[in-house]
């Protein structure tokens, strides 16, 4: 075990220090770090005015000195200095000492605590739940010789969904750019509105559907299996979508968080990268098919990024008219940019589609 993951179990199984057992080495730290201004030295220039090379050097084992006396005081079981990474929660692991997360397990458990920090998104009488996201796509057509082409396109997707029962709701997507041989008359139509209207049995916005969820893990691990059965796969399958649907309820997202850690079958990927390009980390599982689903969340804060779908190896896909080759590697996924609430629905297009809210 290296000795970053050594730190980050160490850190899990120390007690929270109190402020009594923090003074004395915080002030020995202190001390430790305080350099009278009359001893510092400015660094040697070279000819072109940067500091010298040595000097870069001599920082450096500066710096390896402060690691070993933090390394060397959480052994001992006390808290001295916070190495805080900006953006980073608060008394966590990454917060402290930048280990990555050794595990599934513990990535997971790191999200539930980010998300449990956030507050649920509870919208009044009359506002409009906003979600925006980047969905990335794959197009496939096949050359002159029948190889199959690859497209990767990229889409801005926006979705408004009323506070109350009887509301009509907003789906709008926007395609953005495109990578591959596909032209633009194929995967750029413009924007397109849907507009779902009531239907004769109401449709609950995703807010209130998800009310009903508990937030206790046990309770959600029984409501799940009772809906999917104790298949693992089924089950991180249905996490999966309520996880993409619980942006606007953290509370139920960190209860589903520490159900997927429970489950067989979950690894760590260390080198995820979502829809929009930002890298992370995330929890994945095998999908049986040559797919791997994953979860991402942000390398420093844990927070959910989005999710994505990865090929494992080359695969059979099977469109409406013919069957194509999916490549390793390819992938598909959404990346959760915005959750926020608005006073109403933008302006329709004209030539919107309509169709009835599912019950």
């Known amino acids: 075990m290296d000795e970053m993951a050594q ?36 660094a040697p220039a070279s000819p072109s005015g940067r500091p010298r090379r040595g000097w870069r050097a001599a920082l450096s084992v500066r710096r390896v000195a402060l690691v070993g006396v933090v390394a060397t005081t959480l052994t001992a ?66 050359d002159e010789a029948g190889r199959t082409q690859y497209t990767k396109v990229l889409v801005n997707e926006e979705r408004w969904e009323g506070a109350d029962v009887g509301k009509p709701w907003l789906s709008r997507e926007q395609p953005l750019s495109a990578v591959g041989p596909a032209p633009r008359t194929v995967w750029d139509h413009g924007t397109e509105d849907t507009v779902y209207e009531p239907a004769t049995c109401p449709g609950e916005p995703a807010y209130t559907r998800l009310g009903a969820w508990p937030t206790d893990p046990a309770q959600v691990r029984a409501k799940l299996v009772a809906e999917t059965g104790e298949d693992p796969l089924r089950v991180w399958s249905s996490l999966q979508g309520l996880v993409a649907e619980s942006v606007v309820r953290p509370r139920l997202s960190a209860a589903l968080y520490q159900v997927a850690a429970g489950l067989d079958g979950i690894v760590l990927v260390p080198d ?29 804060t844990y927070r959910y990024l989005g999710e994505r779908t ?33 006073p109403g629905l933008p302006e329709v297009s004209p030539d919107a589609s309509r169709m009835k809210i599912p019950c």
């Open 7 to 42: 730190l980050a179990r160490l850190w899990a199984e120390v007690p929270e220090a109190t402020e009594g057992d923090l003074a004395g080495s915080r002030a020995a730290l202190m001390s430790r770090l305080a350099t009278p201004r009359r001893t510092r030295r400015a």
């Open 310 to 342: 990865v090929n494992l190896r080359d695969r059979k896909v099977k469109l409406p008219a013919r069957e194509v080759i999916a490549k390793k590697g390819t992938a598909n996924g959404t990346a959760v940019l915005v959750v926020d609430l608005v």
């Open 272 to 300: 995820a990268v979502d829809a929009a390009g930002r890298p992370g980390l995330a929890v994945a599982m095998d999908d049986r098919d040559g797919r791997r689903s994953e979860l991402i969340f942000d390398r420093q």
């Open 77 to 142: 079981g006390i808290l001295v200095a916070q190495v805080g990474l900006g953006g980073s929660a608060p008394r966590t692991p990454g917060y402290l000492i930048g280990a990555p997360p050794a595990d599934a397990k513990a990535l997971l458990s790191l999200a539930a605590r980010a998300a449990a920090d956030q507050p649920d998104t509870v919208p009044a009488r009359g506002q409009y739940v906003h979600t925006k996201r980047l969905v990335q796509r794959s197009l496939y057509g096949e």
